[in-house]
């Protein structure tokens, strides 16, 4: 139980510390970025970031991924575990798919 709580603790402080280091990106508009959610390997040597960009997603994307190892950099500044997790940002494709089947459902209608 212990456990959960703590892995639970990790990932929350790992996104908080994500979305703070965006603002340390040059050139990176941090409105246009959502961190919808992220999940922590049991080992809590990996995760994985799920984000949502609002506007030029591929060069947004493409940047996010490019600063990755910059960004792992400003987070551990402020880690304070042993192990700090590789980074792997994803497009999350929840909110438009979600967004789709809401169209769906009232065209059904």
């Known amino acids: 139980m212990m456990n959960s709580i703590m892995h639970g603790r990790k990932a929350s402080l790992l996104q908080k510390l994500i979305g703070e280091s965006f603002y340390e990106l ?24 799920y984000v949502t960009f609002f506007k030029d997603k591929d060069r947004y994307f493409e940047k996010i991924t490019k600063m990755t190892p910059f960004i792992r950099s400003v987070v551990a500044r402020n880690w304070n575990y042993k192990k700090l997790p590789e980074l792997e940002f994803i497009i999350d494709t929840v909110e438009p798919n979600a967004n789709r089947i809401e169209k769906i459902l009232k065209e059904i209608k």
Do not use: P
Not at 27 to 46: Q, W
């Open 26 to 49: 040059q050139d990176f508009n941090v409105t246009n970025v959502a961190l919808n959610d992220l999940i922590l390997s049991k080992d809590g040597s990996y995760a994985k970031i």
